[in-house]
């Protein structure tokens, strides 16, 4: 049976439990009686994704709080349940403008979207001023997590750099 009537420590303790993350990822979120940093949603009635945020960052804004984070599958098979750490494509843009690719479990950033995980986009903004960084946008097919789209300004210093991720330049995703 899935357990998400709660949002709170006991329920975290549960979750730790069933999906066995790691104590970097618990040893920097605080999770108190109102919020146990966990988001969990049906994708069917036997598949489930979870959020797991696992620490604070540094505040953007408008944004909210910029953390790091780690997604799972969950999938219920007759008695068996069968976890997966979800693996991020993530991207850094070169001097040279050049995309390069690599997979990550955790991933930091602003979930902007959390009502649809089926369309997931993250916003990760390397300065304060909230002028640089990524915002990608993910899609979460049976487990598997594709890009579909990837925006980048890499460079803080720019003086044209748009505060609007959306007007970040868009590059083609390396396969």
């Given at each position: ?34 919020s146990s940093g966990l988001d969990v949603y049906t994708e069917n009635k036997r598949k489930y994704i979870i959020h797991v945020t696992c620490t604070l960052g540094a505040y953007q804004g408008y944004q909210g709080y910029q953390g790091y984070q780690q997604f799972y599958h969950l999938t219920l098979e ?98």
């Amino acid at each position: 049976m899935i357990r998400a009537e709660k949002n709170n420590i006991t329920d975290r303790q549960y979750w730790r439990k069933l999906l066995n993350w790691g104590n970097d990822c618990e040893s920097g979120y605080h999770a108190d009686e109102s919020s146990s940093g966990l988001d969990v949603y049906t994708e069917n009635k036997r598949k489930y994704i979870i959020h797991v945020t696992c620490t604070l960052g540094a505040y953007q804004g408008y944004q909210g709080y910029q953390g790091y984070q780690q997604f799972y599958h969950l999938t219920l098979e007759g008695d068996k349940t069968i976890v997966k750490a979800l693996m991020f494509p993530l991207y850094k843009v070169s001097k040279k403008k050049a995309v390069k690719k690599e997979l990550a479990a955790e991933i930091w950033g602003n979930v902007l979207n959390k009502s649809d995980y089926k369309n997931l986009i993250i916003l990760n903004q390397y300065s304060g001023y909230g002028n640089c960084g990524t915002l990608t946008t993910y899609k979460i097919i049976n487990g598997e997590v594709i890009t579909t789209q990837f925006r980048s300004e890499p460079d803080c210093e720019s003086k044209k750099a748009s505060r609007d991720p959306d007007k970040w330049p868009e590059y083609s995703i390396p396969r």
